[in-house]
């Protein structure tokens, strides 16, 4: 069975290694401070534990969504040029081209490297309240099958019905939750990803032996005081779920 390590980079972006197989999440690797102007504009706080040269060389990269500097910036654009693969929306893979293959909600796609093979399924997500896919433009979850295990990465998500069929479809064991109760001061009191709260509820839904929080800091969008992910988490059915990685040091789940 191969071993599975995790290095939170920041935000939604991480390293993971899965045997002889190395995935990138989300590529964001501006330094900070920075300022995005946009509708909505964005400002990163800090920057990334590890640089885009930090990198060794890249097999795998399961993007979200391209259309929000927070899950890919300029420098994570150039890691993408770098990697054999990359899996996203339909949409994202239409705008970057080269190495980019888009994968519809519950559609698969196998990867070998060395000895070691994944099955990488699209997941259902949606970024923001019903209603709001016009402007928030199209987002995708990830489930990844490997000997021995299976890993679920949320994406930017609130919670929805939807996401209930991944835990009827998989047994999830450790799952990445993009968290951070997002907030804009133009849109009022609507969420574009999972509060602590959420997540808490996604991983009973999940049934999830691990849930490793990402997502949460960084960035002045991220409102939410990352004290709640433990309050969330400390309920006596969720007791021992949650693992919080250490930015930049690679970890074994």
Same mark, same amino acid.
């Given at each position: 069975?191969? *071993?599975?390590t995790? *290095? ?7 390293? /993971?290694? +899965? &045997? !002889? /197989?190395? $995935? ?37 990269? @399961?993007?979200?969504? =391209?259309?929000?500097? !927070?899950?890919? =910036? ?25 190495t980019?293959?888009?994968?519809a909600?519950w559609?698969?796609?196998? +990867? ?5 093979? $994944? ?8 970024? &923001? ?14 489930? $990844?099958?490997? =000997? &021995?295990?299976?890993?679920? @990465?949320?994406? =930017? ?15 999830? !064991?450790?799952?990445?939750?993009? @968290?951070?109760?997002? %907030? ?29 929080? $990402?997502?949460?800091?960084s960035?002045? %969008?991220?409102?939410? !005081? ?18 919080? @990685?250490?930015?930049?040091?690679? *970890?074994?789940?």
């Amino acid at each position: 069975m191969p *071993t599975l390590t995790a *290095t939170h980079i920041g935000t939604a972006t991480v390293l /993971l290694r +899965i &045997g !002889d /197989l190395t $995935v990138l999440t989300d590529p964001a690797f501006d330094p900070g401070p920075a300022d995005y102007p946009a509708a909505r504009p964005l400002r990163r706080l800090t920057g990334p534990a590890l640089t885009a040269d930090d990198l060794p060389p890249i097999h795998l990269v @399961l993007l979200s969504h =391209d259309q929000h500097h !927070d899950n890919l =910036d300029a420098s994570g654009r150039r890691v993408l040029t770098r990697a054999a693969t990359v899996l996203t929306t339909p949409e994202a893979a239409g705008r970057l081209g080269g190495t980019a293959v888009g994968l519809a909600p519950w559609q698969s796609r196998r +990867i070998t490297v060395g000895t070691t093979t $994944v099955t990488v399924t699209a997941t259902p997500a949606r970024h &923001g309240p019903a209603g709001t896919e016009q402007v928030t433009g199209p987002v995708t979850g990830f489930v $990844v099958e490997y =000997d &021995g295990g299976t890993l679920y @990465l949320s994406g =930017d998500t609130v919670r929805h019905e939807a996401l209930a069929e991944i835990g009827e479809r998989y047994a999830i !064991d450790t799952a990445f939750l993009h @968290l951070g109760d997002a %907030h804009f001061p133009s849109t009022g009191d609507r969420r574009f990803s999972l509060s602590a709260a959420e997540g808490a509820e996604l991983a009973r839904t999940l049934r999830a032996r691990t849930v490793v929080p $990402v997502h949460y800091e960084s960035w002045e %969008h991220l409102a939410e !005081d990352p004290a709640r992910i433990a309050e969330a988490f400390a309920a006596p059915d969720l007791a021992g779920r949650l693992r919080r @990685l250490t930015p930049g040091v690679p *970890t074994r789940l």
